[in-house]
């Protein structure tokens, strides 16, 4: 007897079944592992990046991928210029004979050149080519997946807080507030979310901080309505009329006892939230109302190339950033999608 007690299986947590769930969800699985391998990219941005992403070296304007020069990093007035080399004609113990990419040839004393390494002279290759200003486009793709992953993040959460809060009070009191905050929400739900968002961007102004504000200020609708139609379906529960009965106060059956069962479509939601969050950033960069020159940002990158594409050359430069929010945007829908999964009550343990 004691030896079938022992078999006999323990009871389960839901999230222990989500997870589960969410672990034979192959697709979902493998696109976490990539927004991983994303945000670990941002983290460490400056120690993976091969150069500045916001150095201009107009010599090497839209060349293509695996574009490869020599150059040398010379000392004015305290900082640091690095100078293109086309070809170099003499190097002596005290000087350095080149041709710069205008066929002049130029003589230079190594007393002001910094040593990379054990040369004077070394290589700069672009994996990824670089943009119309010379900067190095791979470098940029790095650090912008940090404006990119950042302006979802926060105004993601943004949309959290202010969804969850107007939802809750909106699903558990009902009457009149239940009234006000749903007239507000069909009031946001009538603009098309994107042109919203530009409204709020001219109103703020152009910047980081402006434009995480204004996306995150559209974009806590459906995470209200989610939450209001979720706590009208567990506020007459047994388990909250038996905390009413205990003499809890409303907030602590808010939070403690509604809430908490109540977010597994609000997970799913707020994925989607952040993929869109991430095409609006881009947008906004694109129209000029977001991120501002020089800080590098996948939807400003596009700008910058697109005019290429138009002619027919450096195709790159549009190709990779473009690349880069349609595949993290695909990984975080497809993370969504295995979360819903997950927290579906109908699929097998």
């Known amino acids: 007897m004691e030896d079938y007690t022992e078999n006999i299986e323990k009871g389960k947590s839901l999230r222990y079944y989500a997870y589960r769930r969410f672990r034979r969800h192959k697709l979902a699985v493998s696109a976490l ?22 150095r201009q070296l107009l010599e090497f304007s839209a060349k293509p991928p695996m574009f490869e020069s020599l150059a040398f990093t010379r000392t ?48 700069m290759k672009f994996v990824l080519g670089t943009d119309k200003f010379g900067r190095d486009i791979l470098s940029r793709l790095i650090y912008g997946a940090r404006i990119s992953l950042s302006v979802g993040l926060i105004s993601q959460s943004i949309a959290l807080l202010i969804g969850v809060f107007l939802g ?35 109103v703020l102004g152009k910047g980081y901080w402006q434009a995480f504000v204004a996306i995150g200020l559209t974009g806590w609708v459906d995470i209200a309505r989610v939450i209001r139609g979720q706590i009208i379906s567990i506020r007459e529960s047994e388990y909250v009329e038996a905390a009413r009965a205990a003499g809890f106060g409303n907030l ?7 809430l908490p069962n109540s977010f597994s479509p609000v997970i799913v939601t707020s994925t989607v939230g952040l993929a869109n969050a991430i095409i609006f950033e881009s947008s906004l ?27 027919g050359t450096n195709f790159g430069m549009v190709l990779f950033p473009s690349l880069a929010i349609l595949l993290t945007v695909f990984a975080v829908n497809l993370i969504g999608d295995g ?9 097998k343990k």
């Open 252 to 258: 602590r059956i808010i939070l403690r006892h509604v």
């Open 33 to 54: 592992f990539f927004l991983i391998f994303i945000i670990l990219i941002a983290l460490f941005a400056p120690l993976i990046s091969p150069y500045n992403p916001d």
């Open 339 to 347: 979360i819903r999964d997950a927290f579906d009550p109908k699929l």
């Open 76 to 123: 004015e007035g305290g900082m640091e210029k690095v100078v293109p080399v086309k070809q170099l004609v003499k190097e002596s113990w005290d000087s350095i004979v080149y041709l710069d990419y205008t066929g002049k040839q130029i003589s230079t004393d190594k007393e002001n050149i910094k040593m990379h390494g054990t040369e004077f002279i070394y290589k």
């Open 285 to 311: 960069s694109f129209l000029g109302l977001g991120v501002q020159p020089p800080t590098a940002s996948w939807g400003q990158m596009v700008f910058d190339g697109y005019r290429f594409l138009i002619t």
């Open 168 to 202: 809750s009070i909106a699903g558990y009191y009902r009457g009149a507030s239940d009234k006000v905050i749903m007239w507000l929400v069909n009031v946001v739900w009538a603009f098309p979310s994107i042109l919203l968002v530009i409204a709020i961007s001219i």
